[in-house]
């Protein structure tokens, strides 16, 4: 699919540094669960890592590679006696969650990394996940994201439908696939508070921005799947979810999740008939657009680039899904 015209000025508004210096804490959401900003290209408030500690450690998603060394500092400021973690746990192998695993398991050679089977070979050999980056956000926004380096095979343990892990102490967590948002998806519950790391299946809710935002990127985007997910987390009694993208969310968690439902579900059958009437692309980003503003309240100016990149990507996505889905009807009824 070619490129949407307003892709290029998206990344590149928001190739902006920031500088932040390191010295953040990551910030406490039990005894035993920490947020930790990965400070993603320099910004807080975008991408989170979950730090769960029993007596052994584990931490949820890596960042982007070029946010190893501040989630290094970071959990060192937590604990000055810290060495490394036992378990990497990338919920899926996607730049923002993944890209930084290689680096960390370098830094940490005791630990292990349990990624969904389905996406073990792109943490071994990353050149797809490179290649389907610098497709998503061209060349120049990868110089601040950063290269992801192989992860040894003999350091990647396959998850497949589900994996139960005792950190000790009483924290267990039970780490289970939730495709939808991408074939390789998995989210974490960390048994004894059912608090929900979600990966990127509940989409995104940003600060000042306190709506769900479905995130439905290509290539691996799956409405049914994703719907599925979704609809799986509604019965499973959560006392709260913790989103890479942003932070925690305890309040009205059963509206959140349903509100999520409905968007991605209108989302589906607008891209449905965009593909349906041979309208381009740039439309139905143009319909995401007015439609996620129009649900938080604002005006399209006010909509940030961050929130922007990703409803440009959900557009993409959304729209080549129902193009194969389209194809597949075709070819059933020929
Ligand atoms: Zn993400």
Request: hydrophobic share 50%; no cysteine.
């Given at each position: 699919m070619p490129l949407p015209r307003v892709l290029g000025r998206i990344v590149n508004s928001s190739v902006r540094i920031q500088s932040v210096g390191f010295g953040n804490m990551p910030k406490e959401i039990s005894s035993d669960v920490f947020l930790v900003d990965t400070l993603a290209a320099g910004i807080p408030g975008l991408v989170a890592s979950y730090l769960i500690k029993g007596e052994k450690s584990a931490l949820v998603d890596a960042g982007y590679p070029t946010s190893a060394n501040t989630l290094l500092s970071e959990l060192r400021a937590l604990d000055a006696s810290w060495r490394q973690v036992d378990f990497l746990i990338p919920t899926h192998v996607h730049l923002d969650h993944a890209g930084g695993v290689g680096h960390l398991a370098r830094a940490m050679p005791k630990a292990r990394i349990l990624v969904n089977e389905h996406g073990a070979k792109h943490l071994i050999d990353p050149a797809k996940l490179i290649q389907s980056a610098v497709g998503l956000f061209g060349k120049e926004a990868m110089s601040l994201f950063g290269t992801p380096i192989p992860v040894p095979t003999d350091r990647v343990e396959m998850v497949s439908d589900v994996c139960d892990l005792d950190l000790g102490a009483g924290v267990g967590l039970r780490i289970f696939w939730t495709p939808g948002?991408?074939?390789h998806h998995m989210s974490v519950l960390i048994e004894s508070e059912r608090l929900l790391v979600t990966g990127d299946a509940v989409g995104l809710r940003y600060q000042g921005f306190d709506i769900p935002i479905p995130a439905t990127p290509p290539p691996g985007f799956n409405e049914e799947q994703y719907v599925k997910t979704l609809t799986g987390f509604t019965g499973m009694n959560l006392a709260g979810l913790l989103l890479p993208h942003f932070g925690l969310i305890r309040e009205d968690l059963r509206g959140f999740l349903e509100k999520n439902l409905e968007t991605i579900k209108q989302w589906g059958s607008r891209a449905f008939d965009a593909v349906n009437f041979g309208e381009p692309v740039d439309r139905l980003f143009d319909w995401f657009m007015t439609d996620i503003a129009n649900r938080a309240g604002k005006?399209?100016?006010?909509?940030p680039d961050h929130i922007t990149r990703n409803i440009m990507f959900s557009a993409m996505g959304c729209y080549s899904h129902a193009q194969e889905v389209r194809t597949k009807q075709r070819s059933l009824e020929t």
């Open positions: 948002h991408a074939w005006s399209l100016d006010e909509i």
